[in-house]
Nanobody
Framework: QLQLVESGGGLVQPGGSLRLSCAAS????????IAWFRQAPGKEREAVSC????????NYADSVKGRFAISRDNAKNTVYLQMNSLKPEDTAVYYC??????????????????????WGHGTQVTVSS
C-alpha cells in the first residue's frame, strides 16, 4: 500500500523553526518528484515547494523563499521541509505529495496540486506567540 506520512508539526513562536518529515512506504521515492503544500483555514491549498529526483530541480513559493528548504533522502525514503523564521501567516496544515517523474517536462518539478497522485494526511503547523 502506497503511503506518505508527515510528522514534525507543532506550535512554534514567530521567528522559530520546525522541520517537517514525510516518510514514504510501499514505493520508493527515487523515481518521484515530491512537493509540500499547505492549507490554512478558509483558504485554498497552496504549493510551498517541490523537488525532483532526476535533475534535483527545486522551486519555492515566493512567500517562503529564503526561509524554507526542501530536501530528500532517498536512502531513507523520506523528504523534509526545513522551515525557519516562521511567521503567523505560515500557520496551516502541511501536506507532502509525490508524482511520477515520467510526467515531468525536462525534469522540472511542478507546483500544481492536480499533478500529484499520492498525498499524506497532513501535519498541523501553528505559529503563534
Amino acid at each position: 500500500q502506497l503511503q506518505l506520512v508527515e510528522s514534525g508539526g507543532g506550535l512554534v513562536q514567530p521567528g522559530g523553526s520546525l522541520r517537517l518529515s514525510c516518510a514514504a512506504s510501499g514505493f520508493t521515492l527515487d523515481y518521484y518528484a515530491i512537493a509540500w503544500f499547505r492549507q490554512a483555514p478558509g483558504k485554498e491549498r497552496e504549493a510551498v515547494s517541490c523537488r525532483s529526483s532526476s535533475t534535483d530541480s527545486v522551486n519555492y513559493a515566493d512567500s517562503v523563499k529564503g526561509r524554507f528548504a526542501i530536501s530528500r533522502d532517498n536512502a531513507k525514503n523520506t523528504v523534509y521541509l526545513q522551515m525557519n523564521s516562521l511567521k503567523p501567516e505560515d500557520t496551516a496544515v502541511y501536506y507532502c505529495a509525490a508524482m511520477s517523474e515520467e510526467y515531468l517536462i525536462q525534469g522540472r518539478c511542478v507546483m500544481a496540486a492536480r499533478e500529484y497522485d499520492y498525498w499524506g494526511h497532513g501535519t498541523q503547523v501553528t505559529v503563534s506567540s
